[in-house]
């Protein structure tokens, strides 16, 4: 369920697809328990403007929304876990009227490294691995969730999973992930910082 101004439209996943005029303008509802994404929520972001400064945030046809729960992993109950609420619209068609894997992955890649940045981890990634289990259809909600499994004993590499679904369907995996990120050391994030002075206007 979501909102398209200001006007709450229900999802029938049997009826096929909901016309949209402008993907942007959808706003998701919070799942219980989570709370949205705010940019005081990450690790090293200065404000909500910097922290839309995303390249899925840049496709006109991509809508997602973060939300974040603490102590919700299972994994590592100490950590904050992500719930993933996205929709692609019809520009973002690989095969025919479903979603492009690129831009799928994408998004669990961003949800998977935001999750260590929001728990104070700076990383990149060094690895990512995708399963592509069903093809996700253009123009429905899909949901999904992202968080850290595990950390290297020495701190430096951190373990992540991802999986996207049907609201409806959760057990059923439409795309699934996994990767390693390395984690930034003090001299690479001082580089970022003074790169970012001079390359982005905030």
């Not at 999802?11 to 959808?26: A, D, H, L, M, S």
């Amino acid at each position: 369920m979501y909102i398209i101004n200001n006007k709450m439209l229900r999802r029938y996943f049997t009826t096929g697809t909901v016309i949209t005029k402008n993907v942007k303008e959808i706003v998701f509802d919070a799942p219980n328990k989570y709370k949205k994404l705010q940019a005081q929520d990450l690790y090293w972001v200065a404000n909500e403007r910097a922290a839309q400064k995303t390249f899925l945030k840049s496709h006109k046809d991509v809508h997602h929304e973060y939300f974040v729960s603490e102590n919700n992993n299972e994994e590592m109950p100490s950590l904050k876990t992500f719930y993933i609420k996205s929709f692609f619209g019809d520009t973002c068609e690989g095969p025919p009227l479903h979603a492009h894997g690129g831009l799928t992955a994408s998004i669990l890649d961003e949800a998977m490294g935001t999750s260590c940045w929001a728990n104070k981890i700076q990383v990149m990634t060094k690895k990512f691995t995708t399963s592509y289990h069903l093809p996700v259809k253009l123009n429905q909600e899909i949901h999904g969730v992202a968080y850290i499994k595990s950390i290297s004993d020495d701190g430096k590499y951190i373990n992540t999973y991802g999986k996207l679904f049907y609201p409806d369907d959760d057990e059923k995996i439409l795309v699934e992930t996994t990767g390693i990120f390395k984690r930034l050391n003090k001299k690479q994030m001082e580089k970022m910082q003074t790169w970012s002075k001079h390359s982005i206007r905030i």
